[in-house]
């Protein structure tokens, strides 16, 4: 199980940025993704998820502002991230959970193999 992920960069508060996961076919059709980060001098946080079904699962402090989806074209799974706010930037890694047909997971412990990180910046 390998994961890439990509896509992190410098935006202004209230911008929007898009991460990808990508995964191998295998991968991607058994196994949840979730997105986790972790900001400077914070603890790692879960973000958000995609089951292996779709089901999706959010933290409370981006519902309202970060979509997770899956594009079966490219076998990734994408981390819309709009409204961007400074306490979003953190380095954000994406996960695949540790067994396979998992429709929703959010504990780090639930995931077992991790991507490399992407940096996401946010300006005030």
């Known amino acids: 199980v390998q994961l890439q992920a990509s896509g992190g960069g410098l935006v202004q508060a209230g911008g929007s940025l898009r991460l990808s996961c990508s995964a191998s076919?295998?991968?991607?059709?058994?196994?949840?993704i979730a997105w986790f980060r972790q900001g400077p001098g914070k603890e790692r946080e879960f973000v958000a998820s995609?089951?292996?079904?779709?089901?999706?699962m959010y933290a409370a402090s981006v519902r309202d502002r970060f979509t997770i989806s899956r594009d079966n074209a490219k076998n990734a799974v994408h981390l819309q991230m709009d409204n961007l706010k400074f306490e979003d930037t953190a380095v954000y890694y994406c996960?695949?959970?540790?067994?396979?047909?998992?429709?929703?997971?959010?504990?780090?412990?639930?995931?077992?193999?991790w991507g490399q990180g992407t940096l996401v910046t946010v300006s005030s």
């Open positions: 996960a695949a959970a540790k067994r396979q047909f998992v429709a929703v997971a959010g504990a780090a412990v639930e995931f077992g193999t």
């Open positions: 076919a295998w991968t991607y059709s058994r196994y949840a």
């Open positions: 995609s089951g292996w079904n779709g089901a999706t």
